[in-house]
């Protein structure tokens, strides 16, 4: 007898093909169960069977070689009818719903049956776990019972499938919406930093011809001017150069947030940069009636760092300082070696002015951020001085800080480190390097041609110089020392090469190469030359630690650095 259809059959049918079961491969923990099944109760045959439109399909079979049979003879269309209750079948040949079913009458000749119905969380009969003999037979209650619990098993490892599945497919989606995400934010940040410069560059033009012009009419080149026009006329000069400003301040930070913030990296004497900064500023702290002055300490170690950025760092922060500081207040700008770390120069700059307030003193360094203005002055500029100083500052291996609260005015830090040859050696005197025995120093000096008046077009044929001879290096087994950063006429540039002889002369071979084909030394009438020394490693060497092996090694090379421009600098 065919068994009836389901109340309600199409829901039941949608849930089945939610779980993705139908056709799949055989799997461990469903064959388990069978197994089980088949032992506990004793018989040949059991079965994972779920029931769809036309079929009855086995998730897992065993005792039989078959996967599915057609559903109008399956037991498990009978037992699906009844949810809550294990089907039981002593005799197939005396029940009248079955002694007619092929399955009986024919192989597999089946006589006993007894399924539970798989019914899922939500109340669905999927299918059954049935249990088959060729024999007529009884199950006891503790039989029944175990199967009842397995059938229990079945649903939760297809209610677990389906959970793990769609958690997968879930991450997947999020995973491919986060990238789409990050992609469009990608685009959307080349977007606008693509405009952002190109408006910059355009703007430069006109102001810097509206600059010329001003300029023009207040040094009297086109005339006589009256005081009021002179007045006007400084008033648009001031603003011209606000704008021009802002214009730097906006292609920094364009560059600074796609990792294109040009340093170059020299030894530089940051007291004497602060310096520098504090006497250029002197009249505009005057103005204000502010006592601005430099603390620079005595034999301040030189350090490594961009000497125009940092420039640019403290003009920034002496600045602010004199813009946040009332009339008669002081402005301090000191250079130490700081206390905290003596591989690092600090620089300070200290304002009696309002301060800042504490839940404010990492927000001010965020790209657009303005603090509020204690002197109620309208504020000029974007917000992004101090997030391009700590970008300036992070990229030369420093950092920039700020303490001090309402009342005690600021005091902003930032450090920069100091120049150490061995510093700069250890990273390359490795294990495997030192197994090489010796290193090269390759020393290529590049000054003005004797006799010939230097008109420098383009950019510095010394810097084009290191730039090219850095390109030439292995940074896993070359040094290029930093430039001296203070004359931009003549230098010696130093590499320190991880180098036996023919290594050595590869590298000299391919300086010279580049050098004669870099277009800045020779439309510039400079000229170079390229010298080698090679020198042996210490013996011992692997009872050295690594800092021990730089010292000994920069102790080394010293010697070597005399009557160079990098020489003497020290």
């Not at 229990?152 to 919406?177: D, K, P, S």
């Not at 010329?212 to 001031?238: H, M, N, P, T």
């Not at 300086?511 to 013996?539: C, D, F, M």
Request: aromatic share 4%; net charge negative; glycine share 8%.
């Amino acid at each position: 007898m065919q068994a009836a259809i389901p109340e309600d059959e199409r829901g039941r049918l949608a849930t089945l093909r939610s779980f993705h079961i139908l056709d799949t491969m055989p799997e461990q923990s469903f064959d388990d169960v069978t197994l089980l099944a088949s032992q506990i109760c004793g018989t040949p045959i059991s079965a994972i069977s779920l029931v769809d439109e036309q079929r009855q399909w086995f998730k897992s079979i065993v005792g039989l070689d078959v996967r599915e049979t057609h559903r109008d003879a399956a037991f498990c269309s009978h037992a699906i009818l009844e949810p809550g209750h294990v089907l039981v079948v002593p005799d197939a040949t005396k029940d009248a719903r079955f002694a007619d079913n092929v399955l009986v009458v024919g192989d597999p000749k089946i006589r006993f049956y007894a399924g539970t119905p798989l019914v899922t969380f939500a109340g669905d009969a999927l299918g059954s776990l049935c249990v088959i003999d060729r024999t007529p037979r009884e199950l006891h209650a503790g039989q029944l019972e175990a199967l009842r619990v397995l059938g229990r098993q079945v649903v939760y490892q297809l209610e677990l499938r389906r959970a793990f599945e769609e958690l997968r497919h879930t991450v997947g989606a999020l995973r491919q919406a986060e990238t789409d995400l990050r992609s469009e934010q990608r685009n959307q940040l080349e977007l606008r930093d693509q405009l952002v410069s190109h408006v910059s560059h355009e703007l430069r033009s006109p102001l810097t011809v509206i600059y010329q012009y001003v300029s023009i009419l207040l040094d009297g080149l086109a005339g006589s001017i009256s005081g009021q026009q002179r007045e006007f006329l400084d008033i648009a000069l001031k603003n011209a150069l606000q704008l021009q400003r802002m214009i730097g301040d906006l292609i920094d930070s364009t560059r600074a947030g796609t990792g294109k913030l040009a340093l170059d990296r020299c030894r530089i004497g940051l007291g004497h940069i602060a310096t520098e900064v504090t006497a250029s500023l002197a009249m505009v702290a005057s103005a204000k009636r502010i006592r601005l002055h430099a603390d620079v300490a005595e034999a301040l170690p030189e350090a490594v760092g961009d000497p125009g950025r940092l420039r640019q760092v403290i003009v920034n922060l002496v600045e602010n300082a004199i813009k946040f500081t009332p009339e008669g207040g002081t402005v301090t700008v000191r250079a130490r070696v700081d206390a905290g770390d003596p591989a690092a120069v600090r620089l300070s700059v200290e304002d009696t002015g309002c301060g800042i307030a504490p839940t404010e003193q990492e927000r001010i360094f965020d790209r657009l951020y303005q603090v509020n203005d204690c002197s109620n002055r309208s504020r000029k500029g974007l917000g992004l001085g101090l997030y391009i100083c700590r970008e300036l500052v992070l990229r030369q291996g420093g950092r920039l800080w700020v303490e001090g609260g309402p009342g005690e005015g600021s005091r902003f830090h930032f450090t920069v480190p100091v120049f150490d040859l061995a510093t700069l050696l250890a990273p390359v005197l490795s294990g495997k390097n030192l197994e090489r025995g010796t290193l090269a120093v390759v020393r290529v000096h590049v000054s003005p041609q004797a006799d010939q008046e230097i008109t420098q077009t383009g950019a510095s044929p010394v810097g084009a110089a290191w730039q090219t001879v850095k390109a030439c290096t292995n940074p896993s087994m070359d040094v290029v020392l930093p430039r001296l950063g203070e004359d931009d006429r003549s230098e010696t540039i130093v590499v320190v090469a991880i180098a036996d002889e023919a290594g050595a002369g590869i590298l000299a071979s391919r300086i010279k190469e580049q050098l004669t084909a870099t277009e800045e030394i020779g439309r510039n009438g400079y000229v170079w030359e390229v010298t080698t020394t090679l020198l042996s490693l210490p013996h011992g060497r692997g009872n050295y630690r690594n800092a021990e092996v730089a010292q000994t090694v920069a102790g080394m090379i010293d010697p070597h650095l005399e009557n160079t421009s990098w020489k003497r600098a020290a």
